[in-house]
């Protein structure tokens, strides 16, 4: 994965890109022409890192960044995606037809405009790119780079199809793409990141670990948390690594006969690593290059929650509070062919809207 973002941003760096909003389109292409499914899992198995999706993070212009910020302690490798009600930008014709128009095109709401893109049987079949704004989800990709190339965060585009007969002047409805879905990456990994600010209902099958005011790095833009993180700050990797551990302790904990006290024993020591990590922090920002930059310590609340496989869907509709997440996971994962295991756990980590310095 890394490898592939390199290779994409070699071309940012030529000038291949005149804006942000290119810059999205090249990416959809990019990725579309790189059959990436087996590959991705591969990469991340070999790491034994996993894909932390994450959920309801809005479709304002600071949505993605606000996330991407908060969850960097707590996540290998973020995972953000649009869900296929969003409009979707046709990028260009699939298999051998010619686009002859040159001319892109986004549609709302699901709906098709005719295509003026044509093969010598009057007929064209169209990719595109599932995500209401172009423009920022381009200058996110921009400003979060160095997390992207050093496989920190990644976006993962929501493709559809189209089958257009100009003939007839009726374009065919959207079929969804065979790709990797969100979703599948959710089943697969088991780690959620949800931004609604709901909290969590404790049941037998939805069980709250801890509660916490989780650090992160603020007062300064992505691009400058890209560099700091990547570049400035080793807390970040020395507490993931610290994470990915302790999740794995909580797998047999959550089933104990004691369980009550061993998750009460693993939240204490999650807390303490995390209290400490934004002691590094604190002491990190006063170093030369991230006092000139304005960086400060923020606090974002935080929960971290176990899901039992099966109840996912529920669980997923109590942290939502109005079930927009699950109607997010639904969507995606209309055409998965994976299912949720049942002697599983998955663990969400449920941020609060607000932060504070």
């Known amino acids: 994965m890394t490898r592939e973002m390199k290779q994409f941003f070699s071309g940012v760096r030529r000038g291949r890109y005149s804006n942000a909003e290119q810059m999205a389109v090249e990416y959809g ?42 969850a960097a302690l707590i996540s290998d490798t973020l995972l953000l995606a649009h869900d296929p009600t969003a409009t979707i930008h046709f990028l260009g014709a699939q298999g051998s037809v010619r686009d002859t128009s040159g001319m892109g095109g986004a549609v709302a709401n699901g709906q098709l405009g005719l295509q003026h893109i044509v093969d010598q049987n009057n007929r064209a079949t169209r990719y595109g790119m599932h995500c209401p704004d172009l423009d920022a989800l381009g200058q996110w990709l ?38 990797a879905r969100a979703v599948d990456y959710l089943i697969e990994d088991g780690r959620a990141i949800d931004a609604s600010g709901a909290d969590p209902i404790k049941s037998q099958l939805i069980r709250p670990i801890l509660s916490i005011e989780l650090p992160f790095i603020d007062g300064v833009g992505l691009r400058d948390f890209s560099r700091i993180t990547v570049g400035e700050f080793n807390s970040y990797s020395a507490f993931r690594d610290y994470l990915r551990l302790k999740l794995l302790d909580l797998d047999p904990a959550l089933n104990a006969v004691d369980s009550e006290r061993q998750l009460l024993k693993l939240a204490l020591e999650i807390k303490e690593q995390i209290r400490a990590s934004r002691a590094e922090m604190e002491q990190a920002r006063h170093k030369r290059f991230l006092s000139a930059s304005g960086a400060a310590v923020g606090t974002v609340g935080a929960a971290l ?53």
Do not use: C
């Open 29 to 70: 292409k990019f990725l579309w022409k790189r059959s990436r499914s087996v590959t991705l899992v591969e990469d991340k198995n070999r790491t034994r890192s996993r894909f932390y999706l994450g959920l309801q993070v809005g479709d304002d212009r600071h949505g993605f960044e606000k996330v991407t910020k908060r």
């Open 142 to 179: 921009l400003d979060a780079q160095p997390l992207l190339e050093a496989g920190l965060a990644w976006y993962l585009p929501t493709y559809s199809t189209a089958f257009v007969e100009t003939r007839g002047g009726v374009p065919t409805q959207l079929t969804a793409a065979e790709r």
């Open 305 to 357: 929650v176990a899901v039992y496989g099966p109840a996912l869907e529920s669980a997923v509709g109590v942290v939502g509070t109005s079930g927009g997440i699950w109607a997010v996971i639904n969507a995606l994962a209309d055409n998965s062919t994976h299912r949720l295991r049942e002697d599983r756990w998955h663990y969400m980590w449920t941020l609060s809207r607000t932060a504070g310095l």
